[in-house]
Nanobody
Framework: QVQLVESGGGLVQAGGSLRLSCAAS????????MGWFRQAPGKEREFVAH????????YYADSVKGRFTISRDNAKNTVYLQMKSLKPEDTAVYYC????????????????WGQGTQVTVSS
């Protein structure tokens, strides 16, 4: 398994921006597809974005498309989630996840998870 540590969450006003980071402790980071998921209070965990091993292919949930950007730096073993035009409905704990092979939009296909970072968007 991969150890993942998220950072960058916080409190921001609606319309603001945040950048989340997820640092991976694994020698073969470039072998892993990475994903971001989020879970709001009382709701199920939902897919946000994923990126393939090279960083050249990314996919987004409709709810964040055009506002969020996922990227990765394999030299730094880090994946990022740049969030812009934040809305109160983006408030959630954000988790990064890793899996070998192809990226996926299903949480059950990821086998390594971080502890999560809280993002709160005030109206």
């Amino acid at each position: 398994q991969v150890q993942l540590v998220e950072s960058g969450g916080g409190l921001v006003q609606a319309g603001g921006s945040l950048r989340l980071s997820c640092a991976a402790s694994v020698a073969t980071f470039s072998s892993y597809a990475m994903g971001w998921f989020r879970q709001a209070p009382g709701k199920e965990r939902e897919f946000v974005a994923h990126i393939n091993w090279s960083g050249f292919s990314a996919y987004y949930a409709d709810s964040v498309k055009g506002r969020f950007t996922i990227s990765r730096d394999n030299a730094k073993n880090t994946v990022y989630l740049q969030m812009k035009s934040l809305k109160p409905e983006d408030t959630a704990v954000y988790y990064c996840a890793a899996k070998r092979g192809a990226a996926a939009a299903v949480a059950e296909r990821f086998d390594s998870w971080g502890q999560g970072t809280q993002v709160t968007v005030s109206s």
